[in-house]
C-alpha cells in the first residue's frame, strides 16, 4: 500500500513495526494451530536438533516396550504348552503306579500302556507344533535359547533358554520318557516300573524347572524392563514437550499483542498519511 507521494521516516518506522508485527502474528498463530513451537529448523536450530534426538529416543522405548509385550505372549503360550505336557506326565506316572499294583489283568494292562503311549505322542506334538508368531519353541535340539532387547541400548540383551520337548529329550540319566513307550526298556509290561517312575520324576523336573525359569524371567526381568521402559518414555516426552511444544499462555498473550501492534501500526500510517495530504494542501494554497 502506498501511502502519500513520498516515505518519510515516521512511515518507514511504521511499516517496520507493522510488518514485525504480522510477522509475530503469523509465528503465534502457526504455533497454536500446531500446538508446536518448532515447525522448522529456523525456530530454533539448537532446540530442533534436541527434540529429534528425543524423539528418536522415545520411538527405540516403543519399540522395546513391543518386545516385552511380543515376549509376554511368547512365554504364555510356552507356559501353557509345558503345563499340558506336565499334566501328561503326570498322567503315565498314575498308570505306572496302577500297573505296580496286583490286580490288574492283562487285557488293561495294555489298555494302561496304549494310554502311556498316546500321552507320549501328545508330548510330541506338543513339542514339535507349539509355535509363536511362526517360530517353533521347543524343537531345538539341546533347548531354545532367545534372546530379548528389552532397552534401547542393543548391546544390553536377554536371554531365556526353553527345553527341548519330546519324548527322547525328557528324562535323565536313568532314561528318556521314550522308554516307557510299547517295547521301551521301561514299559509298563518290562517288570522295571521303578526305573519308569524315576524317570518320568526326572522328565517332571525338567518341565517344572522351565516353567519356573520362565516365570522368573517374566517376573524380575521383563517386568522391572517395562517398568524402567514406561518412566524413561514419561521422562522423554516430558523433555521433548518442553522443547517442542507450545506454551499455550505465552503464545496466546503474543497473538494478542501482535494484533495490538497491528493496528497501532496501520493508525500510524494512516496518520502520517493525513498529515501529508494536511501539509500538501496547505503548500498548494501558498
Do not use: C, H
Not at 520318557?177 to 523336573?205: F, I
Amino acid at each position: 500500500m502506498r501511502i502519500g507521494s513520498s516515505v518519510s521516516g515516521l512511515d518507514l518506522t511504521a511499516r517496520n513495526s507493522l510488518n514485525k508485527a504480522f510477522s509475530m502474528f503469523n509465528k503465534s498463530s502457526t504455533r497454536l494451530s500446531t500446538m508446536k513451537r518448532i515447525n522448522r529448523a529456523s525456530d530454533d536450530p539448537a532446540g530442533m536438533i534436541a527434540a529429534e534426538s528425543l524423539r528418536a529416543e522415545i520411538e527405540a522405548i516403543g519399540a522395546a516396550e513391543r518386545n516385552v509385550s511380543r515376549a509376554s505372549g511368547m512365554l504364555n503360550v510356552a507356559d501353557s504348552a509345558m503345563s499340558q505336557v506336565n499334566g501328561l506326565i503326570t498322567k503315565i506316572r498314575s498308570n505306572v503306579v496302577d500297573v505296580a499294583s496286583a490286580g490288574l489283568s492283562d487285557g488293561e494292562v495294555k489298555a494302561k500302556q496304549m494310554e502311556v503311549d498316546a500321552a507320549l505322542a501328545a508330548i510330541n506334538r506338543i513339542g514339535a507344533t507349539t509355535s509363536y508368531a511362526g517360530s517353533k519353541l521347543f524343537n531345538t535340539a539341546g533347548g531354545n535359547e532367545l534372546s530379548f532387547a528389552f532397552s534401547t541400548d542393543l548391546s544390553q540383551q536377554s536371554t531365556l533358554t526353553l527345553p527341548e520337548i519330546n519324548s527322547a529329550a525328557l528324562g535323565g540319566d536313568l532314561g528318556r520318557l521314550s522308554d516307557l513307550a510299547t517295547g521301551g526298556s521301561a514299559s509298563l509290561t518290562s517288570g522295571n516300573l521303578e526305573t519308569a517312575a524315576a524317570v518320568l520324576d526326572q522328565a517332571q523336573s525338567q518341565v517344572l524347572r522351565a516353567r519356573a525359569e520362565a516365570g522368573a524371567f517374566e517376573k524380575y526381568t521383563m517386568d522391572t524392563a517395562e517398568e524402567t521402559l514406561e518412566q524413561q518414555k514419561l521422562s522423554a516426552w516430558n523433555s521433548y514437550s518442553r522443547i517442542a511444544d507450545t506454551d499455550v499462555a505465552e503464545e496466546s498473550s503474543r497473538l494478542v499483542q501482535s494484533r495490538i501492534l497491528i493496528e497501532s501500526s496501520i493508525r500510524s500510517l494512516l496518520l502520517a498519511n493525513q498529515n501529508r495530504e494536511q501539509i500538501g494542501g496547505l503548500v498548494g494554497r501558498i
